[in-house]
């Protein structure tokens, strides 16, 4: 990234507990417009908690700040701005199981963008093309593999045209054989201009993907820098032990 | 005995004639079914024992013996050291709108008291009202951050003229059980009592209150599986300190009948017997052949599997939607939230998802829950307030996955939006 590149996402102090148990420790971070950003470590690390306070799915310390294009992310009026341009791929793919797959994507650019039917057809018809999946178009999620379902839910989160989209282990719930048909719809959406912050447990992807790899552990950022640094230099011990345990596995 | 005992969901839902008739109740903080051997034990006291007690032919003896035996049957249930300190009436809210009552002559002008504004308001008005006699009443907060209450809130409140600290043992909106021993030890340490609401903890968490070492302890028997009714627990010595609300030739030393004007219930408080016998039998198919308490406790084991279960099922769902707010903890940590649930969806006005789903057969609540204060602090009003589901163990795994489908299709339709604002 270039260093003239404007940030999209700003953290600063975040600061998250679920009531006497803190999750995360004064997180500080910035996410350059149209990075690539791998989130990685071990469970319970706090990655997904991270990015689940970026559009405030979680609440946290009133007195961390977080920002989005420049809008800050609290309770109120904006919030619904900036999830507007924050868009979720989950672990679950959480389609609407009685409408087709066309409808899933196109449900939401109609109700929060005011886009006609015509167009959010035209639209949905063209995500999934690119996602491959096309021919689905007519079916319902329980028709479909798990792997086409993600597929489905990236298409429906690009729908909306985030600026930013948020992968929160999105591969995790799926069987092996279909991992690799959603990374590789993750890997041609980088470099496409929208922003990706992804928490990962497949090593592969983060080194060959990510323009930055962050390394979390215990609620803290321990360290982060090219998937170069990361996987073939780490500087913090924590680092080295988690790859070693993880690439070894 | 098992390590983890678990339920016999077949034999637990037998249990409740109350669902077998085509609906989901997820509204069980509002109310639970009642159980068969509770309307056993009422018929039985209708049909075989029903005269005034304190009379000396037969059938009122056996009126009275079953007013004690509901005693016995509640002190096994909280664990009280007698069954004298049982104290029955209407509802939680009566009753602590008694025990206030019941303070006055123990209370001067100045002397303090403080709520939890994580309080339903049962546990605040009846306080609130006693500034009418000079009496301050303070406001605990509650963490935004954590959600939490924390003890040196508290202690920035305290004075030597704190008699009395009022909490609850868990929130009806936010689920999360509170530390109710660490509490009422930081309050005895400052010379005041504490006297906490348990009415939203009581049907899902083993109660003891020996070990919480709590004062006064309330919970409503008709969320706990019984009829519309209601107990208090308070130590032996404390209810002799009690005014009496009975007639003037009722003295202090009446306990606990001088805090039960009118007389209790008797057929309501005998179901107490009811939910005692199956909380016992509950454990023993855990295979816990000990105590009555003992097989409580196991009882309350499986039932904390059961309801971690479906937390579980619940909050996965909802943390897995981006358009939705969880009031409360997102993730239920060593069992400490009970599956008592509210949340929002970004942009919808929750009274009309609510009665949307009424068309699926399944029982929830929007609202606030009588917790105003609570909703206000945490600005949670607008929208028609919050959704709440409320699950208790004899709910299922397959109830939430058709709960959460039928939330899907109210959430892909138009419901809700019109009124947002």
Redesign the interface.
Known sequence: MSAQTKNIISVRGL?K?????TVLHGIDLDIAEGEVVCVIGPSGSGKSTLI?CI?H???????STITVDGIRVE?GAA??KV?AE???V???F?L????TVLKNVM?APM?VRGTSEAEAARKARELLARVGISEQAEKYPGQLSGGQQQRVAIARALAMEPKVLLFDEPTSALDPEMVGEVLDVMRHLAGTGVTMVVVTHEMGFARQVADRVIFMDGGKLIEMGSPAEIFDNPREERTRGFLRAVLNH | MADQPSLDLDFVRSQFPGLNRGWTFFDNAGGSQILQPAMDRINSFLIERNVQIGGSYEVSQNAAKALYEARTAAMHLVNATRPEEIVFGSSTTSLLQNLARAMQSQLNPGDEIIVSISDHESNIGPWDRLQDAGVVLKFWPLN?????LELADLEALMSERTRLVCVTHASNILG?VNPIRQFADFVHERGARICVDAVAYAPHRLVDVQAFDVDYYVFSLYKTYGPHYALMYGKYDHLLELDTLYHYFYGKDKVPGKLEPGNPNYELAYSTCGIVDYLSKLGEQAGDTGSVRSRIETAFKAITAQEDALTERLL??L???????IVG???N?ES?RVPTIAFRF??RNAADLCKAMDEYKIAMRFGDFHSRRLAEYL?LTDQGGMLRVSMVHYNTLEEVDRFT?AL??I??S?AG?AKAS
Not at chain 1, 17 to 21: D, M, R, V
Not at chain 1, 96 to 99: A, D, G, I, K, V
Not at chain 2, 144 to 148: A, E, G, I
Not at chain 2, 319 to 325: A, I, L
């Open positions: 600061v507990s679920y009531g006497t148990f689940r559009n799915l979680e609440a946290f310390s009133p007195d309770p919030l619904a999830r924050v868009g979720m989950f672990q679950s959480n609407f199981p009685h409408m449900l109700r | 935004k951050d954590t959600l939490t999360s996965s769902y943390r897995s939607r981006n358009d939705c707010q903890q997102s993730h940590r400490l970004d942009g600005d489908a899907d299709r959430l892909s138009n939006l």
